[in-house]
């Protein structure tokens, strides 16, 4: 199929963004008359899950009340969640399948819509083999979802090559938390962070990213807690901290083993706790040695005797929390940062115990939970390995294939996109994820997509990756579905389907089984509803890692969610996994891991003398496929800046406001500049949330981690000048691209 040039223009007119201001029906209705009922559920954006309770009034969702007897969040909702429920019954809505023509796109019945994307993608197989199809998830996705897209590759494609948009968020965590504990779950509940008596963060914009999180280490510095930030942004829960580490992006390795150094010179180690509990500390001890103070301070550009201060408060605690994210894991060397994080906290004995522990902040709604159930390209439902036979055994029993006829693992997110620009891969079936705006090197991710012979994408919005598919199939919001998620303590939570998809939108489970049934392979597929997909999870999930077996949508409501390992319905859950210092191994030890330094994928030199580091605003969320569409978030925060220091912005001529073009080995970007005092002079940054010439991914490059294939968002070389010419969106009559 030879794919007729779109006109962007036209599909902006038609499909958006347009940002939705009032709900249907207007305000002065919607006080007029009451909501017929709440619903108690989730918010659908970030892996904090807050509970929040929807207003609906026959199919719409109208409005929202705080949700005050959740535990996690106790009534409390970011921006994002106080707006999501403008999503529903928007006028971007995908309310019908859209088959690609010559023009644009047409509306199509579903009939036509399925049977042309299961006939292109047999036609696929058929010529180049099985594996030249590829399947993408996503970790917005309920957890019945994310299982069916696994099983949906493996069974009904028979292609090893599944993977999702977690695959650019935490895996970095994952791969190091399965190394040193032998689990990819944060191993404490939030309730800890409040009995700390140090909070240590690095990466992590706390105060935008993980909002509700703040409320706890709120509640640890009013028993006194000390705060250590770590980030080369002076971000907002900085101001409150005790001590602030200004890194250069991409040496959180040499910082966190200079502070390991601090800790072993001055005698600060729980020796108790690492001959009873751990293996491997000798060689990590000797792998210290060289990392002295000096030498850290130059390399990270942190003063040496904020190092030293750090090192001693976490070690003598006595009651120490490590949180970290993305700034930690988006380096290609993000595992060895976050396994250089986990032996510090495993040498100074804070895991295993109230107060004490590492941590991962989720980011994306079922980060945890997405990941757990087979949308990785190596994994299997209960987080089992696709490479262990006695996993393979167990999940082709609960599937009813043999276990040679389930695949072997595939390839990554970007290694797929690497695949199909090399014509490799040939035919892709997305969902739930938005790899234009996402991945790095975007211009690369572009061409990519337009060399494939199909794709096939399930939103119900047309979002960028959208407009280069041949077949968009409408699917549903969050609230249209009955399930789970997993938020960031690793609490299994259930999602209250509130509404119906609207007019001929389907539910994204319902399009799934309808093309396994089309893929002929129906009777792998029975599922009438979610919870049916539920309950076979839940069994396929027994025994592993993730054991959900024991835990049912019933027992969520009567007790507020239930921690993972749960493997019997009269098992109280597990908040607290590694109680006493336990790890998951079979011999129980925790394993400190080498790390060795790396330089990064795209190192600062002469004609690239600046650091570009990427992230994230308060009220837009991740591509921005749907906060750019919910009005009072994009008021907020309408367009990107580039943040940039005032000595940096002076050497160059620029003031506040001024639009600045920011040049990578990749290309250029122009955006107007925020001169701010709280980055370092010698970075410049940029949130990710818009698409095509407002994309920092422009910039960014494929570099990724060895071993948990994440890429390198948070470490690219650039350099600046004031722009000769205002960007062609910003002149356009309509604002631009939102
Ligand atoms: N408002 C909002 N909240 C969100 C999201 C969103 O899009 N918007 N997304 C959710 C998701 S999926 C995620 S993954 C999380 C992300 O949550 P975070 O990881 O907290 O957010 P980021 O902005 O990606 O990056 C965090 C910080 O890393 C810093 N940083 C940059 N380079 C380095 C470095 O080399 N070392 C260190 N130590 N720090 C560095 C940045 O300055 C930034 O402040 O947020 C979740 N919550
Ligand atoms: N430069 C740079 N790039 C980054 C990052 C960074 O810090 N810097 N962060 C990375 C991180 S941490 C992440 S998590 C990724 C996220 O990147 P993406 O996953 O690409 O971002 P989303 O906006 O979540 O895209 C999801 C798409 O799925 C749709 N969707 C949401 N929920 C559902 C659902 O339930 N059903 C269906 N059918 N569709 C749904 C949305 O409309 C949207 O179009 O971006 C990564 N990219
Ligand atoms: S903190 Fe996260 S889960 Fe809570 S309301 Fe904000 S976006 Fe939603
Ligand atoms: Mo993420």
């Known amino acids: 199929m030879a794919k007729p040039p779109v006109d962007l223009q036209q599909l902006t007119a038609e499909f958006g963004p347009h940002p939705q201001r009032v709900p249907p029906g207007g305000w002065q209705e919607e006080s007029r008359n009451p909501a017929e009922r709440l619903v108690k559920t989730h918010c659908c954006f970030c892996g904090q899950q807050c509970g929040i309770q929807l207003k609906v009034r026959g199919n719409s969702v109208i409005g929202f009340e705080p949700w005050e007897e959740f535990p996690f969040n106790e009534g409390k909702l970011c921006p994002k969640g106080v707006k999501r429920y403008l999503q529903s019954n928007h006028p971007d809505r995908l309310l019908d399948p859209l088959i690609r023509t010559r023009g644009g ?30 399947v993408f998830g996503g970790a917005s996705l309920i957890t019945e979802k994310a299982y069916l897209m696994g099983k949906f590759a493996r069974v009904a494609l028979g292609t090893r090559h599944i993977d999702y948009n977690g695959r650019l968020c935490m895996v970095s965590a994952g791969v190091a938390y399965k190394l040193a504990f032998n689990v990819d779950r944060s191993p404490i509940p939030w309730s800890d962070i409040a009995q700390a008596d140090v909070v240590f963060c690095i990466g992590a914009n706390v105060g935008e990213c993980a909002p509700i999180t703040t409320d706890y280490i709120w509640r640890a510095r009013d028993h006194g807690a000390r705060l250590i930030v770590a980030d080369p942004r002076f971000t907002p829960i900085s101001r409150n901290a005790d001590l602030y580490l200004p890194l250069r992006p991409g040496t959180d390795l040499v910082l966190l083993m200079g502070m390991l150094h601090v800790v072993l010179r001055d005698g600060l180690e729980d020796r108790n706790f690492i001959a009873v509990h751990t293996t491997g500390f000798d060689e990590v001890a ?17 003063p ?10 976490f070690a003598q605690g006595p009651r120490s929390v490590a949180l970290h994210a993305r700034g930690l894991e988006h380096q290609s060397k993000g595992v060895e940062n976050v396994l250089a994080l986990i ?7 804070k895991i ?20 757990e159930h087979g949308q990785k390209c190596d994994q299997l439902p209960g987080a089992r390995s696709i490479h262990d036979p006695a996993a393979r055994e167990h999940v082709a029993r609960v599937w009813g294939i043999q276990p040679d006829e389930l695949p072997q693992a595939g390839y990554s997110a970007q290694e797929i996109m690497n695949a199909i620009h090399e014509g490799e891969i040939k035919g892709l079936l997305s969902i739930c994820f938005n790899p234009t705006v996402s991945l790095p090197h975007a211009e690369y991710t572009k061409e990519a997509l337009n060399r494939l012979e199909f794709f096939g994408v399930i939103d119900f ?7 280069h598919a041949d077949v968009v199939l409408a699917g549903s919001l969050q609230e249209e579905e009955e399930g789970v998620t997993c938020n960031t303590e690793g609490r299994v939570l259930h999602i209250r389907k509130a509404v119906d998809p609207p007019a001929n939108a389907w539910g994204d489970s319902r399009i799934i089984c309808e093309l396994a049934r089309r893929l002929g392979k129906e009777r792998y597929f029975p599922f009438q509803s979610t919870r049916e997909i539920f309950d076979e999870l839940r069994e396929a999930s027994r025994g592993g890692i993730a054991d959900y077996y024991g835990i049912t949508y019933e027992r969520i409501d009567r007790e507020m969610g239930v921690f993972w390992p749960c493997p019997s319905e009269n098992h109280p859950g597990t908040p607290r996994l590694m109680e006493g210092g336990v790890s998951l191994f079979p011999d129980g ?13 795209d190192p600062v030199a002469e004609d690239f003398p600046l ?3 990427t992230g994230r605003v308060v009220s837009q969320y991740l591509s921005g496929a749907q906060t750019r569409r919910i009005g009072g978030l994009v008021d907020i925060y309408p367009e990107p800046r580039a943040e940039i220091h005032p000595r940096l912005a002076e050497g160059h001529g620029i003031v506040d406001g001024d639009w600045v073009t920011i040049t990578s080995r990749r290309a250029e970007l122009t955006l107007r500049a925020m001169i701010v005092k709280t980055i370092r002079p010698d970075t410049v940054f940029v949130p990710y949330h818009w698409a095509d010439e407002q994309s920092a991914n422009k910039l960014t490059h494929r570099t990724l981690d060895p071993r948990s294939k994440i890429p390198e968002f948070k470490v690219s070389a650039c350099r600046i000048r004031k722009a000769e010419h205002v960007p062609e969106w910003a002149t356009n009559p309509n604002g631009g691209p939102r």
């Open 611 to 613: 650091y570009f580091t």
């Open 304 to 313: 040496p005797e904020a190092i030293e201060l750090a090192a001693q408060w």
């Open 461 to 467: 919005f047309l979002s960028e990756t959208a407009r």
């Open 343 to 349: 032996n510090l906290t495993l040498a100074t004995g």
């Open 105 to 134: 796109f047409r509306k199509a019945g579903w009939e036509e819509a399925l049977d042309l994307t299961v006939q292109r993608l047999q036609e696929i197989q058929a010529k180049y083999g099985k594996d030249s199809v590829a």
């Open 286 to 302: 000797e792998s210290v040695k060289s990392y002295d103070l000096r030498s850290v301070a130059e390399r990270t550009g942190v």
């Open 589 to 601: 030890k925790c394993r400190f891991q080498v790390t060795e330094w790396r330089e990064s994928g």
């Open 352 to 371: 295993g115990r109230e107060g004490c522990g590492c941590a991962m902040i989720t980011g994306q709604g079922n980060g945890q939970g997405g990941r």
